[in-house]
Nanobody, 118 residues
Framework: QVQLVQSGGGVVQPGGSLRLSCAASGSIFSPSVMGWSRQAPGKQRELVATITSGGTTNYAYFVKGRFTISRDNVNNTVHLQMNNLKPEDTAIYYC????????????WGQGTQVTVSS
């Protein structure tokens, strides 16, 4: 099984930036798709961004142009750079890993709170 440990997050004003990181360990499979999802209070969890082992990225329309996902295959880490944050980005963010984009994630991180507020 793959273990995912997240870091980063916190409180930021609208227009600010935050960076989330996620480190994978254990029985890491390859190829893989790593990604970030989020869940706001009272809402369903939604996919934010994904990145394949080869570096192909996909973004949800509501973060495109503001968020950037990247990964380091040597160190088995994935990052989410979040710029121009909006109050509606407030949520718990979860990293995840799956074997293919059309499959459900095999593992989830512990979750990190991101709060955007003035």
């Amino acid at each position: 099984q793959v273990q995912l440990v997240q870091s980063g997050g916190g409180v930021v004003q609208p227009g600010g930036s935050l960076r989330l990181s996620c480190a994978a360990s254990g029985s890491i499979f390859s190829p893989s798709v790593m990604g970030w999802s989020r869940q706001a209070p009272g809402k369903q969890r939604e996919l934010v961004a994904t990145i394949t082992s080869g570096g192909t990225t996909n973004y949800a329309y509501f973060v495109k142009g503001r968020f950037t996902i990247s990964r380091d295959n040597v160190n088995n880490t994935v990052h989410l750079q979040m710029n121009n944050l909006k109050p509606e980005d407030t949520a718990i963010y979860y990293c995840n890993i799956r074997r293919a984009i059309y499959l459900q994630p095999d593992s989830w991180g512990q979750g990190t709170q991101v709060t955007v507020s003035s």
